[in-house]
């Protein structure tokens, strides 16, 4: 169910000529000239990553393709890599993570696909409000789960649902790579209208040489090792990249540690880790030191805790995964997603996957 591609015309971003950047830096100083590039056209400035999507498509009933010209400050991305996109919602910024799903060679324009989640808010505006035009804040791309130097000779990709896009951007990477060793893809959709690139895929198994079985959850059920075996009989020794939802990374871990292989195995959650603090360890004090706010515990992530008493503490991925939330927890015990205590002072915490269990003071 493909619906037609909007476009617009290409323009060069970031262009002003680095001499008269210069200049009018100096002149405009305190404020930096950034703050006045903002209000003339916001890809202008130089100090931030900014992206303007230059083409849109909706590709599944609740998925939408975003294609971005990134501004002048962005210096590319290894496959599989993500970036922190934020956009202004009813005036707060909101940030998540997505990862770019082209091939790392072609760096010039990026693309997103993004599954829009009932009740999430930034998927969801994304699908609702992204038109050709709109300026993203971008963040430099970052993240493990990416293609090594060398490249690996045989290599398995495993994906389900919007889980597609860091796999496939190593696929079409290493296509333009004509990369001589082996490669498999399985994916996992509940139906076939829920395919974001069905006919990409189909090209790419029929033209390219690598093996790609798409299985419909619906009809063909969910992972099993015959799948598997199918697709790729020369699993054992490949190098495996796994990113999906969280029951088809469980199945596929299992799988992986029965045969003795999970050293083999590298994986991307997009979901965040549940975090347990049992009814009777929350209602502690948080005291943001900071800001001076002072709240009672429900046990939920410190973040969203933070967010609800209208603060407001930077942070990326919500899941542990990229740092930017990182404060200093002053005293207190605290609880990782991971079910980690720790009640030492003066410590860094992540507050997207750390729940306070009694009082906490934390300098923010
Ligand atoms: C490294 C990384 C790369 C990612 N790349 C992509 C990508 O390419 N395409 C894409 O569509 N998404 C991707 N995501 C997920 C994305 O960052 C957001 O989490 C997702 O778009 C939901 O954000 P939201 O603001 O709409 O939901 P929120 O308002 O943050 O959350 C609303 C509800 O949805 C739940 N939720 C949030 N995220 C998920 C999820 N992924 N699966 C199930 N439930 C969820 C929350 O627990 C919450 O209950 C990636 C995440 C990470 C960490
Ligand atoms: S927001 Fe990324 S680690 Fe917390």
């Known amino acids: 169910m493909a619906m037609r591609t909007v476009r617009r015309a290409a323009t060069r971003p970031g262009s002003l000529p680095a001499s008269l950047a210069s200049l009018a830096e100096k002149l405009l100083t305190p404020h930096g000239v950034d703050r006045y590039l903002e209000l003339i056209d916001p ?50 910024r909101r940030t998540r993570c997505y990862s770019p799903a082209g091939s ?58 919007s889980g597609i896009t860091p796999v496939l951007s190593m696929l079409r990477t290493l296509v333009d790579e004509r990369h001589p060793g082996e490669v498999s893809l399985l994916y996992y959709a509940r139906t076939p209208d829920d395919v974001p690139y069905a006919d990409e895929l189909d090209e790419l198994a029929a033209r390219r040489g690598v093996r790609i079985h798409v299985r419909h959850t619906a009809t063909d059920g969910h992972f099993n090792a015959d799948h598997l075996r199918r697709v790729a009989p020369w699993f054992a020794r490949a190098t495996t ?23 083999h195995l590298h994986t991307e959650e997009f979901a965040p880790p549940v975090l347990t603090v049992a009814a009777s360890e929350a209602g502690g004090r948080i005291r943001f030191v ?35 939330c990182t404060q ?31 009082d906490v003071e934390i300098d923010c």
């Open 43 to 92: 890809m202008l400035v130089r100090s931030e990553i900014r992206g303007e999507v230059v083409a849109l498509r909706r590709p599944t009933r609740d998925s939408i393709t975003l294609t971005v010209r990134p501004s002048r400050a962005w210096r590319g991305f290894a496959a599989g890599q993500f970036v922190r996109v934020t956009v202004d919602i009813d005036g707060v």
């Open 104 to 161: 790392a060679h072609r760096g010039d324009e990026l693309e997103f696909t993004v599954k829009a989640h009932e009740g999430g808010l930034v998927s969801r505006h994304l699908h609702e409000r992204g038109h050709v035009g709109m300026v993203l804040g971008l963040s430099p791309a970052d993240g493990t789960f990416a293609l090594p130097e060398p490249r690996p000779e045989s290599i398995v990709l495993i994906a389900g649902g």
């Open 241 to 263: 990249y796994l990113c999906g939802p969280s029951s088809l990374m469980e199945a596929v871990r299992a799988h992986y540690a029965d045969a003795g292989i999970s050293e």
């Open 290 to 324: 900071r800001s001076g706010v002072d709240i009672v515990s429900d046990g939920r992530p410190l973040l969203e805790q933070a967010e609800d008493a209208g603060l407001s503490p930077e942070h990326g991925c919500r899941m542990g995964i990229c740092f930017s």
């Open 328 to 358: 200093r927890k002053v005293s207190g015990v605290v609880r990782t997603a991971g079910g980690e205590e720790s009640a030492e002072d003066d410590e860094e915490i992540q507050l997207c996957v750390t729940a306070a269990v009694g």
